[in-house]
Nanobody
Framework: QVQLVESGGGLVQAGDSLRLSCAAS????????IGWFRQAPGKGREFVAA????????IYADSVKGRFAISRDNPRNTVHLQMNSLRPEDTALYFC???????????????????WGQGTQVTVSS
């Protein structure tokens, strides 16, 4: 299995940027697609972005398209989420998750991801 650890969260003002990182250990990193999800207080877990095993394909939630960018550095076993033009509604606990690359398609459904990190908090003040 793969272990995931998120970092890079913090408290910022609206319009600022943050770069989240997801570091993986354990099984071969290129064997997994990676997704980012978020959960705000009192709300369900929401899909943010995903990238396939070789970075050849990405998908985004409409709410972050054009503001967020997902990338991966396979030699360093790391996935990044660059978040620009942050808004108060982006405030949430952000998780990265892994889905086996044996599945060809990137998906937005959280239950399709079998491995999860503990999350990193992002708070955007107005």
């Amino acid at each position: 299995q793969v272990q995931l650890v998120e970092s890079g969260g913090g408290l910022v003002q609206a319009g600022d940027s943050l770069r989240l990182s997801c570091a993986a250990s354990g099984r071969t990193f290129v064997g997994y697609h990676i997704g980012w999800f978020r959960q705000a207080p009192g709300k369900g877990r929401e899909f943010v972005a995903a990238i396939n095993w070789d970075a050849g394909s990405t998908i985004y939630a409409d709410s972050v398209k054009g503001r967020f960018a997902i990338s991966r550095d396979n030699p360093r076993n790391t996935v990044h989420l660059q978040m620009n033009s942050l808004r108060p509604e982006d405030t949430a606990l952000y998780f990265c998750a892994a889905r086996s690359a044996g599945w060809a398609v990137l998906v937005r459904l959280s239950s399709s991801y079998g491995y999860w990190g503990q999350g990193t908090q992002v708070t955007v003040s107005s």
